[in-house]
């Protein structure tokens, strides 16, 4: 059956939930993004957090085990991403993930030991700025089907939408490592994807809740077929992002020829369910929602982050357009392990 | 969750994909007439002569055998080779009666009805929606009295596809009035052609006529026609609905993929990729295509694979209306004035009105998805 998450695969996702749960809890973040407002320097993480997470192998998660990761593929890495997207985990997971898996995969051995054992971690650009950049750390980089990986030179901190995510201006070193392949960049679009898919669902279950505790009127809000069919919205789009992450995950497990279309469709409706889902909750919870102490603006601000990260919806526009047709004939192949020597050789 | 060994299904493609090219019968269907029924007869005998009908139905009632994969492979290879989709008096045979009878129907009903709708000889129609019960379906009055070994049917049944054409209808009636809604209801087979039936056509706004309302004045219908037992006839609709809002209808799905790509091509030859909205809203129904064919991959592997129906397969349904509306209102807005005369994008404009509304208004659909699938309160 193709189409059936393993039990390894479930395991993937119940294990970080439950490590997210006990140590990254909402008010953990609230404290971590204050911290980092009045540090100015640092990162809105907790160093005992993202250590414990490369114990878990989590930055070397779809990297073969001869390269020093894992072993675990695309779909697992969707898995992980969609549970720390649901907790708004604090921290440059996307970034780091791809730092690990150019590093593995061009010799970089040590590069790649330290990345893997959380003694260093990698920013983001994103348009003009730099994600969760450090001075000294690392920044991952897209130019065309290239990625790269360089060293951050200056580091000029700005305000940022998300109080638990650093932005930046900077300057950049050289390319420490770089590999040219258009499906890393399909690969780590569906990490993006799946973190808007955890925000999309852990707002539905916020709305949900609050369908059935808050009444009005002397009943329950939730029975009114406006906030109804707001929750309805919310699970179609929740459920097409999660069906089009993972048939993507399979896609680009495969590296089909289909694999950059495809996560380009992930993006696409996971980055609108996202945005949408996050407003919405907003609303089902009317004032209460808009307030400051309540997480529906969290979520909502994490969205507005990750809107733009990977070239945004723009980028997805040529990659979706590009093709004459949808081409079904192109199923996911079964082949893995992906980023292996014999990718590299 | 894995790929898929692409060797043997990739050959499997190939033959379709050159069965399609050497039979594909040239001519368009003729649409709502008698024609129409000698047309779809002929294409669907076809099909079944050369070992293409049924699938993954199960041999002993004609079909193949086969799993889903080489069913989707079929589906995708034919909407792929441009033959009109959604264009046959046989959807509800192959669609509806046969999947629901293959589920719940005893082995004599199974002998007799399934093998001619695979050979296409036997057109079906649903009978389910009346006058005063269409999202509140089980409020439905049309009644059957036991008369010895029959039962008599008085009532009404209204926006029933094809049923001017259809040899037998899955019909819905209420057997038991003093029970509760759902427990009074029976689900019978019904010869088309019994006395005291009157099929009357109603013109849709998009000027088709393929719908009608039937009249039933004293209809004598063999007790043994009844599927699963008497007042059962919720849970056996159930089913039904359960497969329209599922898989069986991929091939529908797929046709609007295939619309979009089509849609894309014609703004591309009019240069209108270079405005920057219309590219961008082009691209987001691609991707919701994608997604659609995606979400309905999810459910038939999970149906397949024995797990209990999910409801959100109705979000499936849901989200392949919505999406038929904005590639119709897509479709004007690329076409600009040139939508005015009437023709295939302004027809495809006019027909997506129905998406919202067929098989369950959108509405109830998101009520049962708020209610059954998200638990909130009714």
């Not at chain 1, 009127?217 to 097409?240: E, L």
């Not at chain 2, 898929?4 to 001519?27: K, Y």
């Not at chain 2, 006058?131 to 049917?153: H, K, W, Y």
């Amino acid at each position: 059956m193709m189409f059936i998450l393993t039990q390894e695969q479930l395991e993937v996702g119940s294990v970080a939930s439950k490590f997210l749960d006990q140590q990254l809890p909402i008010t953990k973040l609230r404290a971590f993004a204050d911290a980092a407002e009045s540090a100015t320097t640092g990162l809105a993480i907790d160093e005992d957090v993202w250590r414990r997470s490369a114990e878990l192998g989590w930055f070397g998660l779809g990297v073969s085990e001869s390269l020093g990761g894992v072993g675990c593929g695309p779909v697992e890495e969707i898995m992980l991403f969609t549970e720390l997207g649901r907790s708004l985990a604090p921290g440059p997971y996307v970034s780091t993930v791809i730092a690990g898996w150019v590093a593995s995969t061009t010799g970089a051995t040590q590069l790649a030991a330290d990345i893997f054992s959380g003694r260093r971690r990698a920013g983001l650009e994103t348009g003009e700025f730099i994600v969760d950049g450090e001075l000294g750390g690392l920044v991952v980089r897209f130019e065309g089907s290239v990625c790269e990986v360089r060293e951050i030179m200056q580091l000029d901190r700005v305000a940022s939408v998300d109080p638990s995510v650093g932005l930046a201006r900077g300057v950049l070193g050289p390319v420490i490592v770089q590999i040219d392949d258009a499906l890393v960049n399909a690969r780590a679009q569906l990490l993006v994807s799946a973190m808007e898919l955890g925000i999309s669902l852990a707002v539905l279950d916020m709305s949900v809740g609050y369908g059935i505790a808050r009444h009005q009127f002397g009943k329950p809000i939730g029975t009114f077929q406006a906030v109804k069919h707001r929750c309805a919205d919310m699970a179609i789009r929740s459920h097409a992002s999660r069906a089009q992450t993972l048939f993507a995950g399979l896609h680009v497990a495969g590296r089909t020829d289909d694999a950059v279309f495809q996560s380009a469709a992930a993006k696409s409706v996971s980055t609108k369910a996202a945005k949408l889902n996050t407003v919405d909750n907003v609303q089902n919870h009317g004032a209460i929602g808009f307030t400051l102490e309540h997480d529906a603006g969290l979520f909502a601000r994490r969205a507005h982050m990750l809107e733009f990260a990977l070239g945004g919806e723009v980028a997805a526009v040529p990659a979706l357009l590009a093709v004459d047709r949808h081409r079904f004939e192109t199923l996911p192949a079964r082949v893995e392990p992906w980023f292996s020597p014999m990718l590299n050789a | 969750m894995e790929g898929v060994d692409q060797t043997d299904l990739g050959s499997f493609r190939d033959e379709i994909r050159t069965w399609l090219a050497e039979n594909n019968p040239g001519t368009p269907p003729p649409l709502d007439t008698i024609e129409m029924r000698e047309w779809s007869s002929a294409w669907q005998r076809r099909q079944y002569d050369c070992g293409w009908a049924g699938i993954d139905w199960p041999v002993e009632h004609g079909g193949r055998g086969l799993s889903f994969l080489e069913q989707i492979i079929w589906f995708e290879e034919y909407v792929q080779s441009g033959l009109p989709v959604g264009h046959s008096c046989f959807v509800v045979a192959l669609a509806h009666a046969g999947p629901t009878l293959i589920a719940r129907a005893n082995d004599e009903q199974k002998a007799k009805y399934l093998p001619p709708i695979l050979r296409g000889e036997t057109p079906w129609c649903q009978g389910f929606s009346e006058p005063n019960s269409g999202s509140d379906l089980a409020s439905l009055q049309t009644r059957a009295e036991i008369d010895g070994d029959m039962l008599v049917i008085n009532g009404q049944k209204v926006w029933t596809s094809y049923a001017h054409l259809a040899d037998y209808q899955e019909l819905l009636v209420r057997t038991d009035f003093d029970a509760p809604k759902h427990k009074g209801i029976t689900w019978v087979i019904c010869d088309m052609h019994t006395p005291g039936i009157d099929v009357r056509p109603i013109k849709t706004m998009d000027g088709g006529a393929h719908f009608s309302e039937i009249f039933y004045e004293d209809v004598r219908v063999p007790i043994s026609n009844v599927v699963d037992q008497i007042n059962e006839g919720w849970s056996v609709a159930m089913s039904t609905l359960a497969i329209e809002r599922g898989p069986a209808a991929l091939d529908y799905q797929l046709g609007t993929l295939r619309d979009i790509d089509e849609l894309i091509a014609v703004a591309k030859n009019k240069g209108l990729l270079k405005n920057e909205e219309l590219a961008m809203r082009l691209a987001a129904v691609r991707a919701e295509g994608a997604a659609l064919r995606s979400m309905t991959y999810l459910s038939v592997s999970e149906s397949k694979s024995g797990a209990a129906p999910s409801p959100m397969t109705t979000a499936v349904r849901t989200f392949w209306g919505e999406l038929q509306h904005k590639v119709g209102r897509l479709a004007v807005d690329v076409l600009g004035s040139e939508s005015l005369e009437l023709g295939k994008w302004s027809e495809y404009w006019l027909t997506q009105f129905s998406a919202g509304i067929a098989g369950g208004t959108k509405d109830i659909q998101k009520n049962i998805i708020g209610e059954r699938a998200l638990g909130l309160p009714r």
